[in-house]
C-alpha cells in the first residue's frame, strides 16, 4: 500500500474518523458543503463509510451525479469502505469493489475495503447467531475472500474484534504474502474507554497513585459534575480501587482493553514477519461517559477532546489513520449512539451542536513532516521503535 502524500491539494495527515452508520448517505449528502467543510477544517483524510452494495460508487442526484466516494476525494478525503456483509455467506461486493478502485485510482488514492466489522459481535453472522468457532471462521473467510479483492485492485482490511486474544496468523498461512506485500492491512478498533492514553504504564496502573480529592472530580467533570450517568463513583470508591488495584510491569499486550492494545497486535507481526505492517484504526478513540475501569473518572467531552488530538498529534501508535467513532449518528441519517457522536444533540445545551473535539482538532493544526503525524513517517518510525521497545511492549523473541 503506497499512500499519496497529497489528494486533490490536500496534504495527507493520519487524521480520520467513523462516518455515520448507515449504509444510505442521501440523508447528509443534502447538507453535503457543511460536513465536507467540517472535515475539511479538521484536516481530517480518511473516512470510514459503511456502504450497502453500491451506495458509496453510484451517482447521486444530490450531489450532481458524483458517487460519495467521488465526493471526498475531490476534497482530500480518503474513504474506508466497510461492506455490510453476513459472514456466513461468500463476499458479495467484488463488482462494487471493482468500481470503488477505478474511483480511487483516478484521484491516485488507494482503494480501502474492511472486510467486516467485529467477527465477535454477532450482528456480523446470520440471524445473528455467532459460530462457537467464529474465530477460526473468519479467519477462513478473509482467507478466501481477501486475495479476491487484492485482485480487484483494492486493499482488503482484516477487521478487528476490537483486539483478539488469539494470534490470527497461524489460521491463515495463505495470505501471508498479502501481509508481506503490504496489500492486506489490520483494520484495528483501538477504544480507551476511561482508560488515559498511556494505559498501563500510568502511575494509577503501575502504582496507584495518585489518589484523588473531590475538587479533582469537580475540576474533571465541570458541568457534568452533577450528572447522572457520568460521576457514579465517590472519591473513596475511586481511591480504594486505585490503592488495591495497582499491576507493577503490567504491559497493554497483557491487558489490550486500551488504547494501546495495538501493541499486542504488534507482538504478533514481529513474530511472524519481523517487523510492523499496514496498520488502521478504524474504530477506538474515546466516548464521553464510557466505563471499564473504577479506578479512572469517566471521559467527558472535554477529556474526549484532548486525548483525541494527544492520539493524532502525540501518539507513536504505527497507523496511517486514526478513524475515531464517530463524526455523527441522527444528523446524518442513521440512528443511535447519541452520546457518542462529534456532531449531535447531545449536550447541546452546553456545548453546541458541535462537541469540544470539533472545536480542539479545528484549532490545532495537524503537524507537518517530521512532527509524528504524517502516516509515512508514523509507519516508518513505529519499525525503527521496534527493537527499542521490545522490553516496554513485551514483544520479546
Given at each position: 500500500?503506497?499512500?499519496?502524500?497529497?489528494?486533490?491539494?490536500?496534504?495527507?495527515?493520519?487524521?480520520?474518523?467513523?462516518?455515520?452508520?448507515?449504509?444510505?448517505?442521501?440523508?447528509?449528502?443534502?447538507?453535503?458543503?457543511?460536513?465536507?467543510?467540517?472535515?475539511?477544517?479538521?484536516?481530517?483524510?480518511?473516512?470510514?463509510?459503511?456502504?450497502?452494495?453500491?451506495?458509496?460508487?453510484?451517482?447521486?442526484?444530490?450531489?450532481?451525479?458524483?458517487?460519495?466516494?467521488?465526493?471526498?476525494?475531490?476534497?482530500?478525503?480518503?474513504?474506508?469502505?466497510?461492506?455490510?456483509?453476513?459472514?456466513?455467506?461468500?463476499?458479495?461486493?467484488?463488482?462494487?469493489?471493482?468500481?470503488?478502485?477505478?474511483?480511487?485510482?483516478?484521484?491516485?488514492?488507494?482503494?480501502?475495503?474492511?472486510?467486516?466489522?467485529?467477527?465477535?459481535?454477532?450482528?456480523?453472522?446470520?440471524?445473528?447467531?455467532?459460530?462457537?468457532?467464529?474465530?477460526?471462521?473468519?479467519?477462513?473467510?478473509?482467507?478466501?475472500?481477501?486475495?479476491?479483492?487484492?485482485?480487484?485492485?483494492?486493499?482488503?482490511?482484516?477487521?478487528?474484534?476490537?483486539?483478539?486474544?488469539?494470534?490470527?496468523?497461524?489460521?491463515?498461512?495463505?495470505?501471508?504474502?498479502?501481509?508481506?506485500?503490504?496489500?492486506?492491512?489490520?483494520?484495528?478498533?483501538?477504544?480507551?474507554?476511561?482508560?488515559?492514553?498511556?494505559?498501563?504504564?500510568?502511575?494509577?496502573?503501575?502504582?496507584?497513585?495518585?489518589?484523588?480529592s473531590e475538587?479533582?472530580?469537580?475540576?474533571?467533570f465541570?458541568?457534568?459534575?452533577?450528572?447522572?450517568?457520568?460521576?457514579?463513583?465517590?472519591?473513596?470508591?475511586?481511591?480504594?480501587?486505585?490503592?488495591?488495584?495497582?499491576?507493577?510491569g503490567?504491559?497493554?499486550?497483557?491487558?489490550?482493553?486500551?488504547?494501546?492494545?495495538?501493541?499486542?497486535?504488534l507482538?504478533?507481526?514481529?513474530?511472524?514477519?519481523?517487523?510492523?505492517?499496514?496498520?488502521?484504526?478504524?474504530?477506538?478513540g474515546?466516548?464521553?461517559?464510557?466505563?471499564?475501569?473504577?479506578?479512572?473518572?469517566k471521559?467527558?467531552?472535554?477529556?474526549?477532546?484532548?486525548?483525541t488530538?494527544?492520539?493524532?498529534?502525540?501518539?507513536?501508535?504505527?497507523?496511517?489513520?486514526?478513524?475515531?467513532?464517530?463524526?455523527?449518528?441522527?444528523?446524518?441519517?442513521?440512528?443511535?449512539w447519541?452520546?457518542?457522536?462529534?456532531?449531535?444533540?447531545?449536550?447541546?445545551?452546553?456545548?453546541?451542536?458541535?462537541?469540544?473535539?470539533?472545536?480542539?482538532?479545528?484549532?490545532?493544526?495537524?503537524?507537518?513532516?517530521?512532527?509524528?503525524?504524517?502516516?509515512?513517517?508514523?509507519?516508518?518510525?513505529?519499525?525503527?521503535?521496534?527493537?527499542?521497545?521490545?522490553?516496554?511492549?513485551?514483544?520479546?523473541?
Open positions: 500500500m503506497e499512500i499519496p502524500k497529497a489528494v486533490s491539494g490536500r496534504r495527507v495527515t493520519n487524521r480520520g474518523v467513523h462516518g455515520p452508520p448507515t449504509g444510505y448517505h442521501g440523508f447528509w449528502l443534502e447538507r453535503w458543503q457543511y460536513w465536507i467543510e467540517l472535515l475539511v477544517d479538521m484536516e481530517m483524510s480518511w473516512l470510514v463509510v459503511l456502504a450497502d452494495g453500491d451506495s458509496v460508487t453510484r451517482a447521486m442526484p444530490e450531489i450532481g451525479g458524483r458517487s460519495v466516494v467521488q465526493l471526498l476525494l475531490e476534497h482530500g478525503v480518503i474513504p474506508i469502505v466497510r461492506y455490510q456483509v453476513k459472514l456466513n455467506y461468500p463476499f458479495p461486493n467484488l463488482e462494487d469493489v471493482e468500481v470503488l478502485v477505478a474511483q480511487c485510482a483516478a484521484f491516485g488514492a488507494p482503494a480501502l475495503v474492511c472486510m467486516g466489522n467485529e467477527p465477535a459481535d454477532k450482528r456480523e453472522w446470520k440471524n445473528e447467531q455467532r459460530p462457537r468457532d467464529w474465530f477460526e471462521r473468519y479467519c477462513a473467510w478473509f482467507s478466501r475472500h481477501a486475495p479476491e479483492v487484492a485482485r480487484a485492485g483494492a486493499y482488503p482490511g482484516f477487521a478487528d474484534a476490537p483486539v483478539y486474544g488469539r494470534d490470527p496468523w497461524p489460521l491463515m498461512s495463505e495470505t501471508w504474502g498479502l501481509w508481506e506485500d503490504e496489500i492486506a492491512w489490520w483494520a484495528g478498533h483501538y477504544y480507551g474507554l476511561n482508560r488515559p492514553p498511556d494505559y498501563p504504564y500510568d502511575s494509577v496502573q503501575q502504582a496507584g497513585q495518585p489518589l484523588l475538587q479533582d472530580l469537580v475540576e474533571w465541570g458541568p457534568h459534575y452533577e450528572e447522572p450517568g457520568m460521576n457514579e463513583l465517590s472519591v473513596a470508591a475511586i481511591n480504594t480501587s486505585r490503592e488495591a488495584g495497582a499491576w507493577p503490567l504491559t497493554a499486550s497483557q491487558d489490550a482493553t486500551c488504547f494501546r492494545g495495538y501493541e499486542r497486535v507482538g504478533w507481526m514481529k513474530q511472524h514477519f519481523g517487523r510492523v505492517l499496514a496498520m488502521g484504526m478504524t474504530e477506538g474515546w466516548t464521553p461517559g464510557a466505563f471499564c475501569d473504577p479506578r479512572y473518572p471521559a467527558t467531552p472535554v477529556q474526549v477532546a484532548e486525548w488530538r494527544w492520539m493524532c498529534e502525540e501518539s507513536e501508535a504505527p497507523m496511517f489513520a486514526f478513524c475515531s467513532w464517530l463524526l455523527a449518528s441522527g444528523d446524518m441519517g442513521a440512528s443511535g447519541p452520546f457518542d457522536v462529534w456532531v449531535g444533540w447531545c449536550w447541546d445545551w452546553i456545548y453546541g451542536r458541535e462537541k469540544p473535539v470539533v472545536g480542539l482538532l479545528r484549532e490545532t493544526p495537524a503537524g507537518g513532516e517530521g512532527e509524528g503525524t504524517s502516516p509515512l513517517r508514523a509507519l516508518g518510525a513505529a519499525r525503527g521503535l521496534m527493537a527499542e521497545a521490545a522490553g516496554i511492549l513485551d514483544i520479546r523473541d
